[in-house]
T-cell receptor
């Protein structure tokens, strides 16, 4: 029940296109949903995050859409650039007294010129 | 404002040796988390610590692995008698005391067991 599912496993998008990564969860106690971006040989870095009381959050070219009833959320990368090529992890935080973060398996994004 | 510092960045150990990975959290952060990332896999939670206390070690293997976060000094993840399957990237993250803040990751320590 603490699992976070993520798809697709890998994604190839042309430069300027829209990259879409989908995630789903089961545990309704999750109350914080961050997305992390990881480049090869580096640690994950927070990209954008959303709480379940909001249906959408946008920061620059990155948008999270959240569907609380379906227990699904997604990341949209508009105008995708080669520099966006990385692995993206969705995640969820359990509602306890600390920030234990559960990660999805990741999506490897390649943006081709 | 330094981020989460991990060392060593790369470590090679022979089977049966011990590996010690160190993590200094961001300034002002008192919560430390360790995650493991196996090749081509996601991040798996291992352990959560506050100063001098292990809060949640539900992701730690039952044997050979231990973690500490002493009052002074960095957090240490210790792997005894390493095996080939321990080869992975080990990431440390930290967060401040307040609930609801994001965890911030270090650059990771890459362990290779030969």
């Amino acid at each position: 029940q603490q699992q976070v599912k993520q798809s697709p496993q890998s994604l190839i998008v042309q430069k300027g296109g829209i990259s879409i990564i989908n995630c789903a969860y089961e545990n309704t106690a999750f109350d914080y949903f961050p997305w992390y971006q990881q480049f090869p040989g580096k640690g994950p870095a927070l990209l954008i995050a959303i709480r379940p009381d909001v249906s959408e959050k946008k920061e620059g070219r990155f948008t999270i859409s959240f569907n609380k009833s379906a227990k699904q959320f997604s990341l949209h990368i508009m105008d995708s650039q080669p520099g966006d090529s990385a692995t993206y992890f969705c995640a969820a935080s359990i509602k306890t007294s600390y920030d234990k973060v559960i990660f999805g398996p990741g999506t490897s994004l390649s943006v081709i010129p | 404002n330094a981020g989460v510092m991990q060392n060593p960045r790369h470590l090679v150990r022979r089977r049966g040796q011990e590996a010690r990975l160190r993590c200094s959290p961001m300034k002002g952060h008192s919560h430390v988390y360790w995650y493991r990332q196996l090749p081509e896999e996601g991040l798996k939670f291992m352990v959560y610590l506050q100063k001098e206390n292990i809060i949640d070690e539900s992701g730690m293997p039952k044997e050979r692995f231990s973690a500490e976060f002493p009052k002074e000094g960095p957090s240490i993840l210790r792997i005894q008698q390493v095996v080939r399957g321990d080869s992975a990237a080990y990431f440390c993250a930290s967060s401040p005391e307040l609930r609801g803040n994001t965890i911030y990751f270090g650059e990771g320590s890459w362990l290779t067991v030969v």
